[in-house]
């Protein structure tokens, strides 16, 4: 019911910034708790930040901490991530995902809509 659509990705020197974006559609996207996941090859997906229904609590993995800041547009319907002072391990596939429970989660179980991911590649 919830679909997203991630863009933003690309390839960039260390030390650089990108900002992803996630394009929501549903009626019931307001309610949801949204949060961004990555990927490298190899390894599991894991939790990068996520956003409460609201846009006013938000969480981060300790690895991105200080460097990483989600926020949500209501108006726009679109989930954002900011990534300052990107390092070559912060490469791989992000994923937008939407959680029902509206106060957000970090277990990607929770999760029932993801986007397709936008690639992030970081050299050193």
């Known amino acids: 019911q919830v679909q997203l659509v991630e863009s933003g990705g690309g390839l960039v020197r260390a030390g650089e910034s990108l900002r992803l974006s996630c394009a929501a559609s549903?009626?019931?996207?307001?309610?949801?708790?949204v949060s961004w996941f990555r990927q490298a090859p190899g390894k599991e997906r894991e939790y990068v930040a996520g956003?409460?229904?609201?846009?006013?609590?938000?969480g981060y993995a300790d690895s991105v901490k200080g460097r990483f800041t989600i926020s949500r547009n209501g108006a726009e319907s679109t989930v954002y991530l900011e990534m300052n002072n990107l390092k070559p391990e912060d490469t791989g596939v992000y994923y937008c995902?939407?959680?029902?429970?509206?106060?957000?989660?970090?277990?990607?179980?929770?999760?029932?809509?993801w986007g397709q991911g936008t690639q992030v590649t970081v050299s050193s």
């Open positions: 549903g009626r019931l996207f307001s309610s949801y708790g």
């Open positions: 995902a939407a959680t029902r429970y509206s106060k957000g989660s970090r277990d990607l179980t929770d999760f029932g809509s």
């Open positions: 956003v409460d229904f609201s846009g006013r609590w938000t």
